[in-house]
């Protein structure tokens, strides 16, 4: 019998790295898999958003199907587990090298049946296959070790996700073309199929009675499994929440939404272990850095703007291991162990449909964030600081009283400081007070839940929740699965925020025709709309890639033909007929919209059929890849007249984008000139910024006549060394200024 044992045992002290190196391995191609699809189909399905919400939906379904799948294994005896997933990985192998499927997509494909087949089709297979490694392996390990507790081996499939996730935009993305990645994840494919055939020869030859491990355990309840569901929903649509927030509220940066990923995938290797001290210390200080944090967050004080993205990504993590930790707390025996992660898997993928596809469309704020902090505050444990709080609240007797009395202040206090004196009698002090009052509240309520969750309602209220719902109830505010897009009012002007990012200026009054921003007349898109008479005559054909607020249609002339190209339908609403901004109306009401994604409109336009092209398409300083491309340049150069102009903006805070542009134009044989424009302090008065434009044209004469040898415009060469963006190699990380400080001038 204790040879038995022994043996039983080997695998744990000797071969344990085997199953920790074949989850490891298989959740980072998970991870690597995702983006690198999302990047071979973008030249073919574009940008839009019902595109990016499907292929989600693919991959939610294919994880719970691979979950599902291991779960329903667990009926048969483990050594036929193993020859069964084998079967599965060799029958799935006949999809390598990975790669979307030749099939031809109808023109007017509908993304919601389509792309949920193309994706499908083109990866589902191999996905569904790797999807089941984390919880199957967790069961044989169990197995092969005696009953050994197998879900410390969950860490280790995090770190893969992670590393996966983090891998992909920072070494593989910059070092290797897709063809190359492709080849890159067939080798990981084949090393993972013989890591499990490796861990299969570990389990033992004579099954038990039982499939899963010796002993037994009672099936979990109804409500346990929902509560598993709920604890794993949360912190799967904060992940989501946090970044749509950060990226609209306090900074758009390029790649940030790797960063609340990564920090969520962490949290399951911190939360899935053994001991108590880590969710003793999250019982007794997340309520309070949630009721903190959490609350003046949402205030997205931009002068703050990097602070709060470090404070967000902070509360993400806090609460996400508070919530993981407490369903690693709740878990079943091993035996319920492909069940427990089923549920897990559920409760992420309706959090992930809650924030990234039911939100956009039922809240035209990120209220989804604060819904959220809320839903953390109930479920997340807590503990009282201090004995004396303790015997406060529970007291015989008086503890009802202290309760309703408390609540009733709470709600006064905040109802008051955030409607009837925002900034008034306390002045500059207002917020600090508010803040102190906060950090009181939250340092005597932590303990009783139902106070806590008033003193949290009540921050979240005050510190943004007012304002936020001022404007929904003032319709200055709509929303799209583009973003959040804000109309301020003021007394000469009228504002269009994309998140941070100014999306343009309209005067009021007689001056509403004046273009305003990147687009005044001295910028480098203004001189060339100047220009397209001269150059094209009266009835020059123009195009604009992004409508924004229309400003550019005020540079329309009698005779000629405009034609904007829009990807977002809520971005059209606003600068339409009845849209807030009136340049359209009042300047090119003949203009024809274009919706959808632009350089797939522009394949189906005439050959020749434009003189000039404006390429204004980042939103929130986003880059639309797939449209700096070479294949994307040439696409342009099809649909200009062999003398047309093509304009293309590059200001952007975090990217240093001329040497793109100038690698397409070297590559297509384009004549290309800058211009950086520093408005002078009479435009300055207009609203006039600073704009980055660079003009290209094939007929060298043509830029020569736009430029007139004004010396603000530059020749624009080639960069030494960078390697332009083509459909099959683009990465953002050689121009982030962030990792490349000799771009700060560029």
Not at 645 to 658: D, E, G, T
Request: net charge neutral; glycine share 10%.
């Amino acid at each position: 019998m204790a040879d038995g044992v022994e043996q039983a045992l080997v695998p744990q002290t000797r071969f344990r790295w085997l199953f920790v190196a074949a989850i490891l391995t298989g959740s980072f191609l998970l991870f690597l898999v995702q983006p690198m699809v999302a990047r071979m189909a973008l030249p073919r399905l574009g940008g839009a958003p019902a595109v990016w919400n499907s292929a989600m939906l693919v991959y939610q379904a294919l994880l719970l199907g691979g979950y599902a799948y291991a779960h329903w294994l667990g009926r048969v005896p483990v050594r036929m587990q193993a020859g069964i997933h084998l079967a599965v990985l060799a029958a799935a192998a006949l999809w390598l090298p990975i790669g979307l499927t030749a099939m031809e997509l109808p023109a007017d494909a509908e993304p919601a049946l389509w792309v949920p087949w193309l994706f499908g089709a083109s990866i589902g297979p191999l996905f569904f296959a790797i999807s089941a490694q984390a919880p199957l392996l967790q069961r044989w390990y169990s197995v092969a070790s005696g009953g050994r507790d197998p879900y410390a081996l969950y860490a280790a499939s995090n770190i893969g996700s992670f590393g996966g996730l983090i891998a992909y935009p920072l070494i593989v993305e910059p070092g290797l073309a897709l063809k190359g990645q492709s080849w890159l994840w067939t080798i990981g494919y084949a090393l993972v199929f013989l890591l499990i055939a490796a861990c299969a020869t570990l389990l033992p030859r004579k099954a038990p009675e039982e499939p899963h491990v010796a002993h037994h355990s009672p099936a979990p309840s109804v409500r346990r499994v929902l509560h598993w569901i709920v604890l794993a929903f949360v912190p799967s649509g904060l992940m989501l929440a946090t970044t749509t927030f950060l990226t609209t509220d306090i900074v758009a940066v390029p790649m940030l939404w790797v960063l609340p990923l990564g920090l969520y995938l962490l949290s399951f290797s911190l939360a899935f272990r053994e001991g108590e001290t880590i969710p003793d210390l999250l019982a007794k200080f997340t309520p309070i850095i949630v009721l903190l944090f959490g609350a003046t967050l949402i205030a997205g004080h931009q002068q703050l703007a990097y602070l709060n993205a470090l404070i967000g990504l902070a509360l993400l993590f806090v609460v996400a291991v508070a919530l993981h930790s407490c369903m690693y707390r709740l878990r079943p025996a091993p035996d319920r162990l492909t069940g427990f992660y089923l549920a897990m898997s559920v409760g992420g993928a309706l959090g992930g449909v809650f924030s990234g596809l039911v939100a956009p469309v039922l809240f035209d704020w990120t209220y989804e964030y604060p819904l959220l902090i809320l839903a953390a505050g109930v479920l997340m444990p807590q503990a009282f600081l201090f004995p004396a709080l303790a015997r406060l609240w529970r007291g015989e007797g008086q503890g009802l009283r202290i309760k309703i009395l408390f609540a009733v202040l709470l709600v006064a206090i905040f109802v008051w400081l955030g409607i009837f004196n925002p900034g008034g009698v306390l002045g500059e002090m207002h917020e600090q007070v508010a803040f102190l009052a906060v950090a009181t509240v939250g340092l005597i309520a932590t303990g009783m839940r139902v106070p806590y969750l008033v003193a949290l309602a009540g921050g979240l209220f005050l510190f943004g929740g007012y304002r936020a719902i001022d404007i929904s109830l003032s319709g200055d505010r709509t929303r799209s699965y583009f973003g959040v897009y804000t109309v301020t009012d003021l007394l000469e002007e009228r504002r269009l925020a994309h998140g941070t990012t100014l999306h343009g200026v309209q005067l009021k009054g007689a001056r509403s025709r004046i273009p305003t921003t990147y687009y005044v007349p001295g910028s480098g898109v203004g001189r060339a709309m100047l220009a397209a008479p001269a150059l094209y005559g009266p009835a020059a054909r123009i195009g604009v890639v992004g409508l924004g607020t229309g400003t550019l249609a005020c540079y329309a002339q009698p005779g000629q033909h405009w034609r904007f190209y829009e990807i977002d339908p809520a971005v059209v609403d606003l600068s339409s007929a009845s849209g807030k901004f009136s340049f359209v109306r009042q300047c090119a009401p003949q203009a024809e919209m274009a919706v959808g994604d632009a350089r797939l409109r522009l394949v189906e336009a005439a050959p020749a059929s434009l003189d000039l092209l404006a390429l204004d398409a980042f939103s929130s300083d986003a880059v639309p890849m797939h449209l700096m491309t070479t294949e994307a340049f040439d696409t342009y150069g099809r649909v200009l007249a062999p003398k047309g102009l093509l304009l293309v903006h590059i200001s952007n805070r975090f990217l240093a984008l001329a040497p793109v542009v100038a690698g397409a134009a070297a590559e297509g044989g384009w004549h290309a000139a800058r211009l950086v424009y520093q408005p002078s302090a009479l435009e300055g008065r207009d609203e006039a910024t600073i704009s980055d434009w660079i003009a290209l044209s094939r007929d060298g004469a043509t830029l020569a006549r736009l430029t007139g040898g004004d010396p603000r415009w530059l020749p624009l060469a080639p960069k030494a060394g960078f390697t332009p963006w083509t459909d099959d190699y683009a990465s953002v990380v050689p121009v982030m200024r962030a990792f490349n400080p000799s771009l700060a001038d560029e």
